[in-house]
């Protein structure tokens, strides 16, 4: 049984092809933190972010300012290890400890690599292979297996070990289905694991050492999770032998979020006792086909029910039992999302496949161009018309679509207001459908998008400026009779709310609207609708609260959702922006 699973969680084997799967022994309500993975085995930034990245509590800086020129070099407000220089620390304590976690082991490989090879980092999955074998190749302290265990390496090394070796508790590898995915794939991992050999200083260990690490490759492909960050996309590797346990489903019963070197699992909704727990692999709300393909680095076909059924995004959600926490949301109209206002007969589930694969196939621009952005934009629009007639505006490729032409907007100094239109219906039409609990950090970063574009809005309307910058009549008509301090305090209170559930508490988006909401609430002179949005966010059921935020939040951002499509159809196929 790895060390990191509480008892709550059995750890059961069966003679399947899924061998190894974990259950709970009792019920968890939705958010609940299941456990946290606060010791990883391997926790690695990917590749050049290590010169970018603390390579202990795999935080992000500001970029590198240039070396001070003495022994060691700092980078931007990270600094060097003195000896390889191709790990960077916030400070001290991160450096002391990531040389007790595993630094150790590979700093005189790292230095060797720069010195004799001239490379500054190596790649991750290189790196992680080189660490490993480093690790394996360490023959114990001299008291024997009980004095490793004394000290936090020794203990650290017999996991290593354990994970790494043929025994009970050795990960799963899947060698068999990587040989068998064809001589490309398995000569690349050959040559992964030779530069690792090498790197380490092994080669000349002889006994099919390669092959050792390319056994050691195919496991951390199985096990490790990349580390997805929400505001800084994959930053690298992660891999507990706790964590590897949980198998996946394409509708999960949990998932992980990562808060610097920890992974925290949570139930992202009612779990009773006895069941298993499930994360997803992959973006589960990919057509089957896709799914499908994602999930070939892991070797299994998956039989969960989304699969079995071909279950589309509408259809997971109406059977979510995670629909009434949206009773606090921007989507507290629950017989929506039981009874979705869709039709389906304009758009079959094979037209749905056959959109996503064309809409990947179209080329990406390589560089800034924005008219070339604009023509992928209105290429990917006019694929994903089927799903638009049918009003499947969670269905991917469509929210895809929505979310990158809204990013873009946000930082356009032309097109910032008609943002706000598209993440009101990000927020209200796509993300409660495609991400049930209203706590999974995506539906919190566009809520918390909405308040900063609110807050842009607001400038614009308070200096006139509004009706210059933006030709949709009823855009201006709708932002210059809202109170957009309310609607922004009342998203606030959301984010807050259901971030403290379900993120790390300095996580940088919950920290910001914590301290946006302070702002909003010295605020003077808005002592009344601050307390009945308090009376709201106590109970959302509370009547004077209730209709306060109805009225003041809700009508106004679904009138805001609702100029988003015709400013799409404006923007993306030439039609009028009409004028209200
Ligand atoms: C991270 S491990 C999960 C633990 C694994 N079952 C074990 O016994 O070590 C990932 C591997 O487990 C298996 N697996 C995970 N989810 C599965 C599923 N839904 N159906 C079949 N096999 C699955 C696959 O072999 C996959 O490559």
Known sequence: ??????????????????????????????????????????????????????NYCLQTSPAPSEGTGGGSSSRGKLKACTACRSAVYCGPACQRAHWRAGHRGECAMLARVRREAGKEWLPTSVRAVAQVMVGLAKKGGGGGKEKEKEDAGGQGLLLLKEAFGEGEGALEGNVDGFRAAGEEVWRDLELQATAAVVYAGLLGEGGGVVERAREVLCKIQTNAFNRLDPDAGMTGIFLDPGLAMINHSCVPNAFIGFDKRTAVLRAARPIEEGEEITISYIDNNLPRAARHEALRLYHFTCDCLRCKDDLDVYEVCQASTAIPLNSFSLQPDLSKLRNPPIDRAKVTKAEVEAIYKKWQALAKPEDDDEAEHLRLAQARWELCRPLVEAKMWAVEPLPTTILELTTSWQTSYKMVVYALPLVCFLATECDPFKMVAPFMAWRIKDMVAAIKLLAVTGEFTASGALATRCTHEGLVGTLAMADQVSMCEALLRLAVHHGSVGAAQDWEVLKEARSMLADLESLEGREQESSLLRAWARDPEDPEGAAFFESQVLRPIRTLSSFAVEILEAMLAGKSLVRR
């Open 1 to 54: 049984m790895p060390p990191s699973l509480p008892p709550y969680l059995l750890l059961q084997t069966s003679p399947t092809r899924r061998r190894r799967s974990l259950h709970t022994t009792a019920s968890f309500p939705a958010g609940t933190t299941l456990v946290t993975f606060p010791a990883p085995l391997l926790a690695l930034p990917s590749g050049p972010a290590a010169l970018t990245t603390c």
